[in-house]
């Protein structure tokens, strides 16, 4: 298998588009940084806020939303700390980080990630379709590796390409940081449940990577089977971008239905039960984990079934 | 053939739909022996070498590489099998090299000095490192080989390997292919349209026609001895010569006839003397297109031409 997904992965990184993206990807995370720190010179000109005021501020809001009865458990939970992290830095005179600081930066990247979906769905739809519309798929299967095996090495072999981009993703959101804004003030803290501690910048980035890799890792896999199932790398990928953005617009369409509790985009976003935004309230975690893999074991099952049965006229 | 076949079609049929494209078709092909596989465009070959390889399921029967069905034992059973199905693709924006890599990373035990030896062999050594997509037909082809030869198959299946080739070129694989069969013992199986092709590279042919097998040939008893005459009047030496017992057949304007060299001078003053006046007397070999075409009826071989 190792063998397989060496081939893969060298096949992979002969194409320049891989190439193009990962330095797409840079450029974006650096551009982004100097139009932050662009816009926030401009914008904030004459503007003395204080980091108190600003966090007194958030700090009603907080409150407000707490009282409302709409709230499920998890919102109240992430207000609750919000209000008492608040508090905490008003009394200890603790700040947080500046909005132009590296740390921050750290923080934000995992709003950056659409952009790594966005390529590992391109990667995932041509990887099978490519051998096809090329014909090497002929080759690549009279020989002696079943057909689960090839299509189970580029599968890994895509996720492991997201993982990366998602890792330099984090990397480059830093250094970027580091150039334009450099090291700023603040202390990050968290709320554990009972009381404020002080926490790692870094620690929080990856969890939130993680949640947000969810997303990443199933629209993956929906165009990979995609690819396999029509051949057709461009079909592929069109309907995956195109659901990509339709889907989780639709979520909003759709919430007063009862179908929207196993609609795949509900639950693709698992930083919704960290940050208090919540679509459809009555969702868990642990619900939104059970339906992801439900769709997941769907959609691979899809994939390896036309796969491993399909007569091959290429 | 004496020795045991490698290779086994047992009652290998396909249906696609309602159409049945292949019916029950059993062919043999031996250890050294290089069988050619003709047919009529839209016969069957591509689909009885699609399911040799396991690119397509067979609806019933199966195919026995080596003693191992390809259904039951894929990865035994394949791993004796080269093949090109019809134009060797590669990954074209990769270099020879690096294609030939990845094929050989799929094998057990083909090491880098096979990948170089298999280089050599082909004639490639000067442009294995340059991408694919820069590469000639013919290049292509000759890698198409080589990724083929890499493990040492038992069994090498080629479906319209001279496709693009120049004439150079296909004498050259002619001559590679042979001593691959003689020297190691391997059996090849060629289709192609090309028939004279056919007829210099095989030992035997098979012809499919509608997804049936309907006749299995060695090539050498394609050729038994016959003898052409241009005489006249006709009805004349017609006589004379079935009077002492030839064979014979109008041809062209002419009589072939069916017998030893060593009858001929005979014949000749036989001819002679009865007043016949010979023009032109000359071996004949019926083509394997006449064949061909006397086999499979004709009418279709104007299509099998135009491909």
Known sequence: MLKLMQNEWMKLWSKKASWMMVFLLVLLLFASAAIGKYVNSTANEGV????QAVTAAQLEVNKAMIMDPAMNDAQKDYHTGQIAIAEYRLENDVRPFEFTSMQQGVIDAHEMLSIVTLFTVIIAAGITASEFSQGTI????????????????????????????????????????????????????????????????WLEAVKLF??????????????????????SSSLAIGLSIFLMFTGIQAVFLLSNYEVIKYYLFTHTDLTQFYNGFMPVPDITMTMSLIVLAVYFLLFLGISYWTFSKRDITA | MDGKPIVQLKNLSKTIGKKKIIKNLNLDLYPGQITGFLGPNGAGKTTTIRMMVGLMQPTSGDVIIDGQSI??????????????????????????????????????????????????????????????????????QR???????????????????????DPAGIREFRLYLQKVATESGVAVFVSSHLLSEIELLCDR???????????????????????????????????VLSGIGFPLARHDGGLVI???????????????????????VQPYRATLEDQFLEMTGGGQIAQAHAK
């Open chain 1, 48 to 51: 003395e806020e204080s980091w």
């Open chain 1, 138 to 201: 002929k080759m690549l299967l009279t020989r002696p590796v079943r057909r689960w095996k090839v299509l189970t090495s580029k599968y890994l072999t895509t996720m492991v390409f997201a993982v990366l981009l998602s890792v330099i993703t984090l990397f480059t959101a830093a250094l970027a940081g580091l150039i334009f804004f450099g090291i700023g003030e603040g202390t990050f803290l968290e709320w554990n449940g009972s009381e404020v501690v002080e926490g790692s910048y």
């Open chain 1, 210 to 231: 993680i949640l947000s890799f969810a997303s990443v890792w199933i629209l993956g896999t929906f165009a990979f089977m995609l690819g396999t199932v029509f051949r």
């Open chain 2, 71 to 140: 259904q039951n034992d894929f990865e035994e059973s394949i791993q004796k099998v080269g093949a090109i199905v019809e134009n060797p693709e590669m990954y074209k924006y990769m270099s020879g090299y690096k294609n030939l890599l990845h094929f050989s990373r799929m094998h057990k035990g083909v090491s880098k000095e096979r990948i170089g030896e298999v280089v050599k062999q082909v004639g490639m050594q000067n442009r294995i490192h340059e991408k694919v997509g820069s590469y000639s037909l013919g290049m292509r």
């Open chain 2, 143 to 165: 890698l198409g080989l080589a990724q083929a030869l890499l493990h040492k198959p038992k069994f090498l299946i080629l479906d319209e390997p001279t496709n693009g080739l």
């Open chain 2, 205 to 239: 042919i098979a012809v499919i026609q509608n997804g049936e097998l309907i006749d299995i040939k060695n090539v050498n008893e394609l050729h038994h001895s016959q003898y052409y005459f241009q005489v006249e009047p006709l009805e004349l030496a017609e006589e």
């Open chain 2, 258 to 280: 069916d017998t030893e060299e060593q009858h001929i001078p005979g014949a000749i003053q036989m001819l002679v003397s009865a007043g016949a006046k010979i023009y032109t």
